[in-house]
């Protein structure tokens, strides 16, 4: 893979087993830059005016979100969130730097896949040597958290296995990744990520349809095919462990909602801030009815902002996403295998919105560096014509 190979690492720098890869990777990029008198045209990722609505909006949300924790007395976590997000101008460093750009995106699948082979294996074995239906994952912790992780990596390696249909070796790759991912989906139990999943899956072929695309029918029926394979597994599930789909805290969720609810109403501009939820939460807020009274988020992605970061947080991450989904449909070309990378980061961001209903994933280290990894393949991508032009 030669030089594009140092984005083989990042990925597996997002998984929560060490972010040593990172570093590895940021060695090699500088010992190659030097070697070979690399010139860093990183302006053509930052001129590009979908790229620059992308880190715009994230300012905005960062500077909301700063002063909001000023004026709540809650923990500022806005550099923390920074942070995560610098794996965004990682790989726009890199991509604008490296020569050979099919190289890249090839070497930063296949660390993808290892990464998601990593997170199967862990969740598989867990739960064939222990028996134990739903094991927590030994990098991410909990089920949801790993169900939500996988709906944010699929897209990607499905995206995979079409770019490199041809090619035999990363072909097994692509195929071995993606059916274990999606069977550790299903061990997770996590209703939510599956829901996400088979939900942006529903929606990216909604927009196919009113889209002239090249072979529409071609990737409609892709994308179909996909559904229903994710639909009847559901269904057979639901037939044979019908607990997958109900669970006893459902309620327990509507109630901490309306709770949420009446916090951002007497805490509408700031909120009551990070760190200060449960506090606040069962000293006047709790239900009588509630049966979990340790609990430090809403677990809807919105209402943690609004109610942790008021109207000044929420709504800049609202607007976050909306500009997020904007570029994305944007730019996915009438010849969809020349955005497929695009077309899976549209994916993954709509799994993350839909998972985020009823989870706070992105709130998370490992889950938002690679949130903000994938999503800025995908901008690489929107840029790669002009600047495999200008070469």
């Not at 995206?159 to 195929?175: F, N, V």
């Not at 340790?294 to 109207?311: A, C, E, K, M, R």
């Not at 989870?359 to 690679?370: E, F, G, H, K, S």
């Amino acid at each position: 893979m030669g030089k594009g190979f140092i984005a083989f690492f990042l990925p597996l720098g997002c998984i929560g087993l060490s972010s040593s890869f990172i570093v590895v990777s940021l060695v090699m990029f500088l010992f190659y830059k030097f070697k070979y008198s690399l010139e860093i045209k990183f302006h053509k990722f930052t001129d590009n005016r979908f790229v620059k609505y992308s880190y715009i909006s994230m300012a905005i949300w960062m500077v909301c979100m700063f002063i909001a924790s000023i004026f709540n007395n809650g923990d500022n976590q806005t550099f923390a969130y920074i942070q995560r997000m610098i794996m965004f101008f990682i790989v726009g460093i890199y991509f604008c730097t490296l020569t050979d750009k099919t190289k890249f995106f090839e070497a930063i699948w296949v660390g993808l896949c290892c990464a998601s082979l990593i997170l199967s294996f862990d969740n598989i074995y867990s739960f064939f040597v222990f028996d134990k239906w739903r094991p927590n994952s030994s990098f991410l912790g909990n089920p949801n958290k790993l169900g939500g992780y996988l709906i944010l990596i699929l897209p990607f390696l499905l995206a995979g296995l079409h770019k490199y249909y041809a090619r035999k070796k990363l072909l097994l790759l692509g195929i071995l990744s993606s059916a274990l991912a999606f069977i550790a989906l299903v061990i997770s139990g996590s209703r939510g990520a599956m829901g996400g999943f088979i939900g942006s899956i529903c929606i990216m072929a909604v927009i196919l349809l009113t889209r002239n695309f090249c072979e529409k029918s071609k990737y409609i029926k892709i994308f179909l095919k996909i559904f229903l394979f994710v639909l009847v597994v559901s269904l057979l599930i639901y037939y044979l462990k019908p607990e997958y789909f109900i669970h006893s805290s459902d309620s327990e969720r509507s109630r901490l909602w309306i709770s949420a609810i009446n916090m951002i109403k007497d805490y509408p501009w700031t909120g009551v801030g990070f760190g200060n939820f449960n506090n606040i939460y069962i000293n006047g807020y709790i239900s009588p009815l509630a049966r979990e009274p340790y609990l430090t988020s809403p677990h809807n992605i919105f209402l943690h902002y609004f109610v942790n970061l008021g109207i000044l947080g929420g709504s800049s991450f609202i607007i976050l996403i909306v500009t997020q989904i904007y570029v994305l449909v944007k730019n996915i070309k009438n010849d969809l295998s020349q955005s497929i990378w695009i077309v899976a980061g549209f994916v993954s961001v709509l799994g993350m919105v839909i998972h985020g209903m009823v989870d706070t994933l992105i709130t998370t280290r490992p889950y938002a560096m690679m949130y903000w990894l994938l999503y800025g393949i995908a901008c690489c991508n929107i840029i790669r014509d002009e600047v495999v032009d200008e070469k």
